[in-house]
């Protein structure tokens, strides 16, 4: 048996997202697209399948779906780890890494210097740089090159401001405790000024991390720029756990100015479901998004684990997956600026043909098996109207004895993705959980796009505008699928199927 075949059998191994061959990996890092190719890099520890010796993973794709894991690219030291960063393309040579005719492609990352270092206990923004399109990185000796005195200083993305204030770059970073993004610019990477703060605001219920600041067009408008500023934070997401929230706003090239931080005077655990989130559910962390992707797209990619039970999940060799690429758009819905999300096209393929393709289905007060659409890696497209019923949904994953239940109860306006019974879930007590999200219904219609892999679902409702992920670990077997009406009745109107590969 060949070594990549032992792979895809090996328990919950996904067939769709990304993972390390046989080693932990958490955030991304440093995503861009260079020389035709899309580069992931992530946080990694290359000698082991839990949190630890921070470096930088690696791997590579021409078209978002196939990745090829290549060889580590920045190596933690005896005097640092090397924390999460961005990538830039040097297109100018501002650093002087490189020549005008080959210019560099500079890493900025966050060095958690140890105990052996002079500087450590605190954690400061260093360099590295490739001059071979992304493949081997050597640390600039001055490292490093921005400090603040500070231990929870760290996460820099760094891109290319053009604007009324000037041409230069760009870094924004995090002091993590103080829930603080902070700005600052540079003409070549190695010099850095203060620009501003932003924050606390909105969810403050646990560190802020991974900050990423870009504009996007409002209803596809190229002349209407909003600009958005995500933030994830550990714990304090609306399902408890890790979670990324946005904010949107303007920036001027020096200060962001939020439209939507929310300041109400109530207490923030009944404020969750009033912030804009990038994902509802438990298992989308540390989001950034690419730099250079073609023709002006913004494609972002998640941690899928979450801090509370991260170093728990029942994967072996390996450990977490990242999320689908996702394309994001800016739409003007209920009087406010909403991101809407979608998977990059290409990033899945499938059967030429769905396995099913029914609807109108009536449901009342019952619970329908449909083995034709049973499975283990589908993409399920899913339309209801609400009758009378209380809920009414999906079980995917399905067995006499587990299930995970998606579900949508009209009355209070809510997506419920149960993972109670989905299959191993005593690895943590943290880890069983019912997740809900608040869903707007359109003309009585809800719209699901479901992505299920071998451990995990991605629910895309109302056409992006909301957005639950979780982990899910089920039997081999368990590839039953179910639709059911509790209490009332309701209509599947349209259902697709499609197996994936």
């Known amino acids: 048996m060949t070594a990549t075949t032992t792979m895809h059998t090996e328990a919950f191994r996904p067939a769709l997202h990304y993972t390390a061959r046989d080693t932990w990996l958490n955030d991304p890092n440093g995503l861009i ?17 839990i949190w630890g010796n921070m470096s930088w993973g690696h791997a590579t ?67 590295a740089y490739s001059l071979d399109g992304g493949f081997t990185w050597k640390k600039y000796a001055a490292n490093p090159v921005l400090s603040r ?73 190229p002349e209407e720029l909003k600009w958005v500023l995500t933030v994830n934070l550990n714990p304090g997401g609306p399902n408890g756990g890790s979670a990324g929230q946005y904010f949107t706003g303007g920036f001027d090239g020096v200060t962001f100015t939020s439209d939507s931080t929310i300041t109400n005077g109530r207490q923030e655990s009944d404020r969750l479901n009033e912030y804009q989130w990038l994902d509802w559910g438990r298992d989308y962390y540390a989001a950034v998004s690419f730099s250079d992707a073609p ?77 034709a659409a049973a499975g283990t890696v589908q993409l399920i497209e899913a339309e209801f109207t609400a009758g009378t019923a209380e809920e009414f949904g ?24 149960d993972r109670t019974a989905s299959g191993d879930t005593g690895f943590h007590a943290g880890f069983p959980s019912v997740d809900t999200a608040p869903v707007n219904t359109e003309n009585g219609r809800y719209a699901l796009k479901i992505y299920v892999d071998h451990c995990s679902v991605e629910i895309f409702a109302q056409q992006g505008e909301l957005v639950l992920t979780d982990l899910i670990f089920p039997e081999k077997a368990s590839t039953g699928f179910s639709m059911y009406a509790h209490g009332g009745t309701a209509t599947l109107e349209n259902l697709r199927v499609t197996h994936l590969a």
Not at 37 to 43: G, I, P
Not at 157 to 172: E, H, L, N, Q, T
Request: aromatic share 10%; with cysteine.
């Open 61 to 127: 794709s021409d078209d978002l779906a196939d990745w090829t894991e290549q060889p580590l690219a920045i190596a933690c030291d005896a005097q640092e780890d090397v924390f999460s960063g961005s990538i830039v393309f040097d297109s100018q040579n501002s650093s002087g890494f490189g020549t005008d005719a080959a210019p560099p492609l500079v890493a900025v990352y966050t060095s958690a210097f140890k105990e052996a270092s002079p500087l450590r206990g605190t954690q400061a923004q260093s360099l």
């Open 394 to 417: 999906l079980i995917v994953r399905g067995s006499d004895k587990e299930g995970t239940r998606i579900g949508i109860n009209p009355t209070k306006g809510r997506l419920i993705l």
């Open 295 to 371: 023709n002006g797209r913004r494609i972002m990619i998640g941690w899928m684990n979450n801090w509370d039970y991260a170093n728990q999940i029942p994967t072996s060799p390996w450990r977490s997956p990242m999320s689908l690429p996702r394309e994001l758009s800016l739409a003007t819905t209920g009087g406010r600026h909403t991101l809407l999300q979608t998977v990059v096209d290409g990033a899945v393929s499938g059967d030429e043909a769905p396995a099913v393709q029914v609807g109108p289905i009536h449901l009342t007060s019952e619970t329908r098996q449909m083995p």
């Open 149 to 221: 005195n500070s231990a929870d200083f760290r996460d820099p993305k760094v891109f290319r401001y053009d604007g009324p204030a000037g041409s230069y770059w760009v870094m924004a970073a995090v002091e993590a405790k103080d829930y603080k993004v902070v700005l600052y610019k540079s003409e070549d990477l190695k010099i850095w000024e203060h620009l501003s703060d932003f924050g606390p605001a909105n969810a403050t219920g646990g560190i802020w991390e991974c900050p990423d600041l870009f504009a996007l067009p409002v209803d596809g408008n």
């Open 33 to 49: 697209h260079h020389g035709g190719v899309y580069h992931l890099y992530y946080q990694n520890n290359p000698f082991g399948n």
